[in-house]
């Protein structure tokens, strides 16, 4: 939705995606709200969500119109998220 909405109204999207930096804290923060933890249950499961949204910014960047820019950068330490994204 939100890179739908960045052209809608014609903004530059950006986004950082990040797998597992604040897992700890996270699932902290949500208990002590009494919220449902937002992080995924496996190592597999993140690994899955990071990989479809970089496929999800990579196809995107392959289809938009020309007076459209999209840009995206991978920084990893994750061999394999690197090796995913060339």
Not at 29 to 56: G, K, L
Not at 60 to 86: G, M
Request: with cysteine; charged share 20%.
């Amino acid at each position: 939705r939100d890179v739908q909405r960045s052209e809608r109204f014609h903004y530059h999207f950006g986004a950082k995606i990040v797998r597992g930096a604040l897992m700890e804290s996270e699932r902290a923060f949500a208990a002590v709200h009494n919220q449902p933890s937002p992080i995924h249950d496996t190592i597999q499961d993140t690994h899955d969500c990071y990989n479809a949204n970089v496929d999800f910014l990579l196809q995107h960047a392959a289809t938009v119109s020309p007076d459209k820019t999209t840009e995206i950068l991978v920084a990893s330490h994750n061999k394999e998220s690197i090796l995913h994204t060339i």
